[in-house]
Each structure stands twice: as C-alpha cells, then as structure tokens.
C-alpha cells in the first residue's frame, strides 16, 4: 500500500518520494519471470528520429509496454499505475491523461548517466514512476539510484517492491553502475494533447 499522506507531503515539498514494499512479493515474483522472458532492445537517448544509441550514456535494455498486454502480472502493473495517476490528480491537479512504461534491464556493468526524463523539446512526461523487482538484492550490487538534489546526492537502494517517483523536469538522476543484472519497470505519466499518439 502507498502511505498516500507521505506521498503527497514529500513530492510536493522535496520533488520526489520513495517507498518499500509497495508491490506484494508474489507480483514482484510474476514481474521478475515476465521480465526474463521479454524481448529488450538496447535503450537509445533522445526522442524520435534523433534517438540514437550511446553507450557512454547508457548501458540498458528495455521493453516497452503495450496497455493491451494481458499477462495478469502486466495488468496488475497498470492497475498500480492507474491508482497513482488518480491520486496525482486528485492531489495536484496535473491533469495527467496518459502513461508510457517499459520494463528495463541492467546487465552487469550498466549504468545510466546524469539526466533529466523530460525532453528539451517536449515537456510531456510530467512525473517520473519506477517500480523495483530485484529479489534479494544487496547494496554491494552496486546499481543504486543516485538523485542529485540541492542539498546534495541522495541514493536509492532498487530492492524488490519499492516504488520511486519525482517531477520529471526536476530531478537530475542516475543510475550507478551495477554489479548484477538489475530490472525495474519506469515509465512517465505524460499531459498528452489530442495531436499526439502513443504505442503506434
Ligand atoms: C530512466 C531512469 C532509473 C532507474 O529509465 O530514465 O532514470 O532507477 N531509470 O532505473
Ligand atoms: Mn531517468
């Protein structure tokens, strides 16, 4: 369950909000499976035509989620999600209508540098929601979300479902280098105007 007070009070007041045991241990199993049998395509950076692959940037994979899919662990996701765009608009009015997830994996040695999730060009992803599911993980795995905040960085262990979430054109983040294969399903609630289209 989501402490929807700490949620509110901490994204409204820092930008950003972490919470463990978000995802029962049992969707975190079905999530992980699901995960190991996807097709993944290296990650590129940038949006559209100028997306390119820069491995000095990023080292991912990832997998983009079609909202059709019916695996019950894909729907189970979805449902989460939805949950959390409410209560985003019920809280902030921010007019949320859309969403955009994919599974991500990390293989040892991956990295993701410095970087903000909302594109120079396109200010649509609004907020930043990534879901974990690496069981029994260990901080020597290296593969910490590090966010670069005024006061100074603050890393993120990914352990098994915990849930992070921030504005998206507020928080600079990264992605240390991991030591073991380490998996997490992000994805952005966008403001999507009737022009746009997504999943085509
Ligand atoms: C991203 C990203 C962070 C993480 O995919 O844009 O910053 O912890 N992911 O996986
Ligand atoms: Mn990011």
Request: charged share 20%.
């Amino acid at each position: 369950m989501i402490n929807t007070s700490a949620f509110v009070e901490q994204l409204s007041e820092q930008g950003w909000y972490y919470q463990q045991n978000v995802i029962p241990g049992e969707w975190v199993t079905a999530l992980a499976d699901l995960c190991h049998k996807r097709t993944f395509l290296q990650a590129g950076v940038g949006q559209g035509l100028k997306n390119i692959i820069n491995e000095a940037i990023r080292s991912d994979s990832i997998s983009w989620i079609d909202p059709r899919e019916t695996d019950p662990a894909v729907v189970y996701y979805l449902s989460r999600v939805d949950e959390i765009q409410q209560l985003l608009n019920r809280e902030f009015y921010l007019g949320l209508n859309g969403f955009e997830g994919h599974f991500s994996r990390y293989p040892q040695g991956a990295f993701y540098k410095p970087h903000y999730d909302c594109f120079a060009q396109d200010k649509r992803r609004a907020v930043t929601l990534i879901f974990y599911i690496n069981q029994n993980w260990l901080p020597e795995n290296g593969g910490q979300l590090c966010l670069h905040l005024p006061e100074g960085k603050t890393v993120i262990e990914p352990v098994a479902g915990s849930m992070v979430c921030f504005l998206s054109e507020q928080i600079l983040h990264e992605v240390l280098p991991t030591h073991t294969e380490r998996m997490a399903l992000t994805g952005w609630f966008v403001r999507h105007h009737g022009q746009d289209y997504f999943y085509s």
